[in-house]
């Protein structure tokens, strides 16, 4: 039973109800509470269902203006699916389990597909370096010559490093952005105009939390994830005031410590702070349960830090206390 819908119903019932039904119940209760205390637990419960009640209209309003007050169809069978960075991680993960369930999918990644996605015979592969520009338009050419424009769009390719600033070189952090950042607008020129003309299409872009908060050791990576933020929500602008297109759908998630190959630098500094990092799969599911809503939102995960997004209008101070706990560096880099 949801919140709202159990609290309402005691607080109706322990004001509203006629004494006939109040009276055997209460009967029943007295040994066991007083009646002021049950005069607690009705005000407790009233307040709980009124903030209940202005929480979920304030996210369905969110929801709606998210997704510009229009509904938007998609049918999974014949949407056509471009995920990036789809050699290990969330993009290959997603890649699979589109696959298994009949969509056409089209990945890219700078490395072959591992054989168990290879052999699905609705994935194609195109390999290429997503910071080569030359070689990431031919190859998009290529992508839409061979299957026509691609209707959802995963921007999901990345890659990170702990190491501090002043020990990073210019030519990995400049390798860093153009992949992080620079490919997704890239894909977007691409890609983003045949979905303009139909008024239809599916953006979703793989952020982080670190795009909120980040810390030691990630300033490039953090600003990659900052950067992809303003990307997301100017986009939404211009396709609602520029392009008239307000049934193309935009998501950006922002995920926590998840157990993929990215975090390896910092598995032992997450321990020794005691952070949790959750499973893939865990992480992978309500992202593709809002994929095939076909609905657009922004999703952090897990849910309990939806506090970061707010963060920088905090005190300083508190803003601080926070990055260094969560700091995982160790006093060792690579």
């Known amino acids: ?18 004494s006939n039904y109040q009276q ?25 269902f009124c903030l209940s009640m202005v929480s979920g209209f304030n996210s369905w309003l969110s929801w709606k203006v998210e997704n510009n007050w229009v509904e938007d169809k998609y049918d999974w069978n014949r949407e056509l699916v471009l995920v990036t960075g789809a050699s290990s991680g969330f993009g290959e993960m997603m890649a699979e389990q589109l696959a298994e369930r009949g969509t056409k999918v089209i990945t890219m990644a700078r490395r ?39 209707t959802v769009l995963v921007l999901n390719a990345g890659v990170a490093s702990r ?10 952090i400049k390798k860093l952005i153009d992949v992080n950042l620079i490919s997704h607008f890239a894909m ?19 952020a982080s939390v670190v795009g909120y908060l980040s810390m030691t050791g990630l300033c490039d990576y953090g600003t990659t994830k900052s950067g992809m ?7 939404r602008q211009e396709l609602r005031h520029v392009h008239k297109a307000n049934k193309i759908r935009t998501s950006i998630i922002h995920t926590g410590w998840t157990k993929t190959a990215i975090i390896d ?32 939102t922004q999703l952090i995960i897990p849910g309990f830090l939806g506090f970061v997004a707010g963060m920088r209008g905090w005190p300083f101070w508190a803003q601080e ?6 700091n995982p560096y160790t006093g060792e880099y690579r």
Request: net charge neutral; hydrophobic share 40%; with cysteine.
């Open 1 to 18: 039973m949801s919140l709202p819908l159990l609290t309402g119903s005691i607080y109706l019932f322990l004001k509203w109800a006629p």
């Open 24 to 48: 055997p119940v209460l009967t029943a209760i007295g040994p066991y509470i007083s009646d002021s205390a049950l005069g607690t637990v009705a005000k407790v419960c009233g307040w709980v």
């Open 112 to 150: 072959p597909l591992k054989p168990e996605l290879s052999a699905y015979k609705n994935v194609h592969h195109y390999q290429v370096d997503l910071s080569d520009w030359d070689g990431l338009a031919l190859t998009a050419k290529q992508i839409k010559e061979e299957h026509g424009d691609p």
């Open 163 to 172: 190491t501090p600033f002043m020990q990073k070189k210019f030519t990995d």
């Open 188 to 206: 977007l020129h691409h890609f983003l105009p045949a979905m303009i003309k139909k008024n239809h299409g599916y953006i979703m872009s793989i």
């Open 229 to 235: 933020v303003a990307l997301h929500e100017t986009l």
């Open 265 to 296: 630098d910092w598995e032992k500094g997450l321990k020794e702070r005691g952070q949790i990092t959750m499973p893939l799969a865990d992480v992978v599911k309500p992202i593709m349960e809002l994929l095939y809503s076909g609905y657009g």
């Open 321 to 326: 206390f926070v990055r260094d706990k969560l």
